[in-house]
């Protein structure tokens, strides 16, 4: 019964390929988001999604693509990926009182 | 713009020892100050949170020490365990909306020796 749950939790792919990372909640929380951990493991916001409305979009390459089908599933979409999308990307819900909850993350390596 | 600075970067401690993580931020409208924990292949997890209408918020062995004039706040984990060993972030925030946003610390990796 994971709160927040994404997969895959591994993906290996070559650079120019196009891939997803699917993250789903089952908390009931409005608000969702997708952030990204380098290698020396800085978090850093990308995009945060309201009941299926964009809300936050950060300084990100248009290479990246959220979407929300309705507001328990944030899915990212990655197009042409480069060497320097390697990190890990961790989905998240708010709850109340600010607290958040993340998946396990999912570790991407862009050979 | 680092807006939550922490150190340090990694932390040494004993079985049984007081481990201090240190952070600092530079901007006032911040009012929610948390600490989160995360272990090697699994995402952060809450720790403990402070507002700044304390200065002072403890939870078992964990206690948040804040400082609003100087900016700082600080977590302490008293009698320090072998499983505490994980990485700690603070984290500050502001206004309980839809935009808000959680901007992190750089991470301290904890490590305590049995």
């Known amino acids: 019964d994971t709160a927040v749950s994404q997969t895959p939790k591994y993906l290996v792919t070559q650079m120019g390929n196009d891939k997803s990372i699917k993250c789903e909640q089952n908390l009931g929380h409005d608000t969702m988001y997708w952030y990204k951990q380098d290698s020396k493991k800085f978090l850093k916001i990308m995009f945060s999604y309201n009941n299926k409305e964009l809300i936050i979009n950060e300084t990100v390459p248009n290479r990246f693509s959220p979407k929300s089908p309705d507001k328990a599933h944030l899915n990212l979409h990655i197009n042409s990926l480069e060497l320097g999308d390697s990190a890990v990307y961790f989905c998240?819900?708010?709850?109340?009182?600010?607290?958040?909850?993340f998946g396990s993350g999912t570790q991407l390596s862009v050979l | 713009q680092q807006q939550v600075k922490q150190s340090p970067q990694s932390l040494i401690v004993q079985k049984g020892g007081i481990s201090i993580i240190n952070c600092a931020y530079e901007?006032?409208?911040?009012?929610?100050f948390p600490w989160y924990q995360q272990f090697p292949g699994k995402g952060p997890a809450l720790l403990i949170a402070?507002?700044?209408?304390?200065s002072e918020k403890k939870e078992g062995r964990f206690t948040i020490s804040f400082n609003k004039s100087a900016k700082q706040f600080s977590l302490h984990i008293m009698d320090s365990q072998p499983g505490d060993s994980a990485t700690y972030f603070c984290a500050a925030s502001y206004g309980y909306t839809s935009g808000s946003r959680l901007t992190f610390g750089e991470g301290t990796q904890l490590t305590v020796n049995p």
């Open positions: 901007n006032t409208a911040f009012d929610y």
């Open positions: 998240a819900s708010r709850g109340a009182n600010e607290k958040l909850f």
């Open positions: 402070i507002r700044p209408d304390v």
